[in-house]
């Protein structure tokens, strides 16, 4: 009987993005992301409690048009989508039209400095529902020679408009 696949947020790619969410975040703030993640698990362990963790942590390629590449359980709870409908989409389209230039900004901002603390803007859901997010924190992710391959974020405040 073959073994039935894992969830997508487990997946090799996922993994690999998780240990880069942790690692980049622990380089960038010189903390961890979540307090006891790090220490002592397996990748695998590693991703799991990173995908069920309060805080809500995204993160996108480094393309042109970056896209998602991670999202944890309570972003797609946030953004009310599922794993293979917020993988994959555009970032910007996470923010609606009026604040995709402010976001933009900080997302440069950011990759010049390598991470930003205390961001703060206003995102849409998938209905359009529009919600306000403070004191992120935005950050470079690395592959593994050193070279940046794209941002992440994380943030636990935010509240409904």
């Given at each position: 009987?073959?073994?039935?696949?894992?969830?997508?947020?487990?997946?090799?790619?996922?993994?690999?993005?998780?240990?880069?969410?942790?690692?980049?975040?622990?380089?960038?703030?010189?903390?961890?992301?979540?307090?006891?993640?790090?220490?002592?698990?397996?990748?695998?362990?590693?991703?799991?409690?990173?995908f069920v963790a309060a805080t809500i942590v995204l993160?996108?390629?480094?393309?042109?048009?970056?896209?998602?590449?991670?999202?944890?359980?309570?972003?797609?709870?946030?953004?009310?989508?599922?794993?293979?409908?917020?993988?994959?989409?555009?970032?910007?389209?996470?923010?609606?039209?009026?604040?995709?230039?402010?976001?933009?900004?900080?997302?440069?901002?950011?990759?010049?400095?390598?991470?930003?603390?205390?961001?703060?803007?206003?995102?849409?859901?998938?209905?359009?529902?529009?919600?306000?997010?403070?004191?992120?924190?935005?950050?470079?992710?690395?592959?593994?020679?050193?070279?940046?391959?794209?941002?992440?974020?994380?943030?636990?405040?935010?509240?409904?408009?």
């Amino acid at each position: 009987m073959p073994r039935p696949e894992p969830p997508p947020w487990l997946s090799e790619a996922a993994i690999t993005t998780a240990g880069r969410l942790l690692a980049g975040h622990r380089q960038a703030f010189d903390r961890p992301l979540l307090a006891g993640v790090e220490n002592g698990r397996s990748p695998l362990q590693a991703a799991q409690e990173l995908f069920v963790a309060a805080t809500i942590v995204l993160a996108h390629d480094g393309g042109a048009d970056p896209q998602l590449i991670y999202a944890n359980r309570a972003a797609l709870m946030l953004w009310c989508r599922p794993w293979s409908a917020m993988v994959g989409l555009p970032s910007r389209l996470t923010a609606e039209p009026a604040e995709r230039h402010s976001r933009a900004l900080a997302l440069e901002q950011a990759r010049r400095c390598v991470a930003l603390e205390g961001y703060a803007g206003i995102r849409i859901d998938s209905g359009g529902r529009r919600f306000r997010i403070e004191k992120a924190r935005l950050w470079t992710l690395r592959d593994g020679g050193g070279q940046p391959c794209g941002q992440a974020a994380a943030f636990a405040t935010w509240w409904w408009l």
